[in-house]
């Protein structure tokens, strides 16, 4: 058997790492370990609260063994680009991505560790291309696999009645989930009149985990919306510490976001979402380079509904529970662009894959 550790750098990266520890653990071939990484939550504006005993806690009631230390594994597989990749000497060392969307991001920590071999599994020839265009591939491996997140939905694991029933929403009511990201969110303009817009449907707010720890994003980002959310019986605030939004997505028939990778998802599903255009040409990191890839006024156009004031959600869903026949068409084609095979065995392509690469000794290419 491999010798097996996942490593969670945060929380949320379980997500879309779950069904890959299924599949791997299903195959019978793998001994698997588990490490929490540097997730904290910000207490009194300057100090760093570690999640590291709270995740693994978790872990272990679950049934997961927690790895004792980073050493004599044969494959790591992480969620993110790692810091100190050498702390898993002689591993393979797997990425799969949790959710890049329309994000430099993933470009710019790649560019970072190009002298670092990954075996990076991607959703689609899209991000294969990404990865090419901007030159940062390195001495990483990308293998096209499908999006392992999904396989849960493409496999019947949600029901919706269930899931509404269970937060106390009504499944006869048409369902908004705003998921909005950290950096750069709609937020900033939304802020509660979400609230007065959706009175007559069912919302769920799935805020990014960053938006709850207060180290990234500023803590109001979930205080506004725990102070207005008892106040409305139609709606329910996902709680922080709630790491895997599919659930929520499944059962939802209008996403509305920005930025987010939740906009690939709720495509991959089949549905029309809403995106709230951001002033894109002043989104900028530090270094002058633009924090999204991809104009965000213009993605995904005549396919999801584009809105630029919080006045226009409620309009905005009555079109994207109903869009015409030429953005159904549109999305489609946007599916066979983004996607590979959205038949929820990207799981199993995964583990194929690995197994493969130790099968036939490539995987010696690809160790740290």
């Not at 599916?335 to 065995?345: N, S």
């Amino acid at each position: 058997m491999y010798k097996t550790l996942f490593y969670i750098e945060h929380l949320y990266h379980r997500a879309g790492l779950d069904p890959v520890y299924r599949a791997l653990k299903n195959s019978g071939k793998f001994k698997i370990d588990f490490l929490a990484g540097r997730d904290a939550q910000r207490k009194f504006l300057f100090f760093n609260r570690s999640l590291k005993k709270q995740i693994e806690q978790d872990i272990k009631r679950n049934g997961g063994t927690i790895a004792e230390s980073t050493s004599g594994y044969d494959l790591v597989v992480t969620g993110d680009l790692v810091r100190s990749p050498q702390k898993f000497k002689n591993a393979m060392l797997v990425f799969i991505n949790h959710g890049t969307g329309i994000k430099t991001i993933l470009y710019r920590l790649l560019e970072k560790q190009q002298n670092t071999s990954y075996l990076i599994f991607v959703e689609g020839e899209y991000r294969k291309q990404k990865i090419l265009e901007h030159d940062v591939q390195g001495k990483s491996q990308i293998e096209v696999v499908g999006y392992p997140k999904l396989d849960p939905f493409f496999n019947g694991a949600y029901d919706r009645n269930r899931i509404l029933n269970s937060i106390g929403l009504d499944p006869d009511l048409p369902t908004l989930i705003y998921a909005p990201t950290y950096k750069p969110t709609s937020i900033d303009y939304i802020k509660d009149e979400i609230f007065s817009q959706c009175r007559d449907i069912n919302l769920i707010i799935k805020l990014h985990q960053y938006s709850w720890r207060g180290k990234y994003a500023p803590s109001w980002h979930h205080h506004i919306y725990q102070r207005n959310i008892g106040n409305f019986k139609k709606a329910y605030l996902v709680p922080g510490n709630d790491y895997n939004i599919m659930p929520y997505l499944a059962a939802s028939d209008v996403l509305l976001t920005e930025a987010s990778s939740t906009m690939f998802e709720f495509l991959a599903m089949g549905k029309t979402g809403i995106i709230y255009d951001l002033p894109c040409d002043r989104l900028k990191h530090t270094d002058g380079q633009s924090i999204l890839d991809e104009d965000n006024r213009n993605f995904l156009e005549n396919t999801f509904i584009h809105i630029n004031s919080p006045a226009h959600i409620k309009d905005g869903f009555n079109q994207a529970i109903n869009p015409p026949p030429e953005y159904l068409n549109n999305a489609e084609n946007w599916r066979k662009k983004l996607f590979y095979k959205l038949d929820g065995k990207a799981s199993e392509r995964i583990c194929s894959n690995i197994l493969d690469k130790f099968s036939t000794g490539e995987y010696k290419k690809l160790l740290i």
